[in-house]
């Protein structure tokens, strides 16, 4: 028997609440060694414990990933306990739901140095550790709205764009150095997480996920296997395909959509208050977890996820299929085989037969 495989060393940002909770409780199940990362030391406590009842190991770590220095020092402290890291996955996020006209500079700024920034620094602690040894994965947790803006998002949306043309030019120059070092995105439709509950709020109602709504575990699964298999960007869900697809052939007809049904989507019937707290610029105290409040309207797994993670066989299976169609057809000229069905008395006879 060989010798036993190390666990992997991972770190994930935005680790106490929402999808990047339950990306943390996925790797878990393989006793991985993780770093948390996020503000809030409740929910980051809470999942180190969900970790090491999984069987795996957790470091906690109160990071603001806008700070790039306090990402550096989080990544000192992970290779210091557990080891080379492995897989580095940028998830953190703040956002704001308002319309452009009302935002602040100051949100703008906010929203960007987190959303954006956060992963820029993250992924650069990533490459000065994994650079060197020529190995290890960067995974980016995208969007959908990393391609197609929507109204009401717009500081989340141009933070979602500015992380995927970064992560492009990255994967550039990796490519130009012939470095095994891996970056991928992986692009997500809406979730069920907390973030409709405590991001800051402008709208006259409560926020609310545009259906079709998944659960975060279907996101972490996607997120866990893109560690692992390597392809440059992967879509979940068949909204996100079809997000994608219409804003490159049709942009026009998106903004029309979008500007009709665009706000109402993103609001539910309840009246929001002006005044509840919000953690854009510091963490609401308490363990969030995984899940939002919208659990009975979301789906637990995606058929077009297996139809992705598959599409290589698939496209084999139809090629061997359209193959096999091909050889047991009769593909001589049609002039052949009437003159076969002509031959010995069998068939009706030729038309030249006298």
Known sequence: MGPSRQPEVVVVTGASAGVGRAVVREFAKSGARIGLLARGRDGLEAARREVEAAGGRA???PTDVSDAAAVERAAEAVEAEFGPIDIWVNDAM???FSPVREMTAEDF????????????????????????????????V???LAYRGIPLQAAYCACKH????????????????????KVTMVHLPATNTPQHSWSKSRMPRKAQPVPPIYQPEVAARAIHYAAHHYRREWNLGLITDVVL???????GVGDW??????????MTDEPEDPGRPNNLYEPLPGDWGARGR????????????WLTKNRGWLALAGLGLAGLVWLTSDRRPADDRRAVSGSGGVGRPHPAAG
């Open 109 to 140: 700024r906010r929203v960007t140095e987190v959303t954006y920034l956060g992963f820029v620094h993250g992924t650069l602690a990533a490459l000065r550790r994994m650079l060197p040894r020529d190995r290890g994965t960067i995974v980016q």
């Open 94 to 96: 703040v956002s704001v």
């Open 142 to 144: 995208g969007s959908a």
């Open 294 to 305: 919208f659990g009975d309207r979301a789906y637990g797994e995606s058929e077009q996820w």
């Open 257 to 266: 959509y979008l500007a009709k049904t665009g706000y109402e989507s993103q």
């Open 245 to 251: 697809m219409g804003n490159a052939v049709l942009p």
């Open 59 to 61: 470091l906690v770590l």
């Open 162 to 181: 500015a992380v995927q043309g970064f992560t492009e030019s990255l994967r550039c120059e990796l490519i130009h150095d012939r470095s095994s070092v």
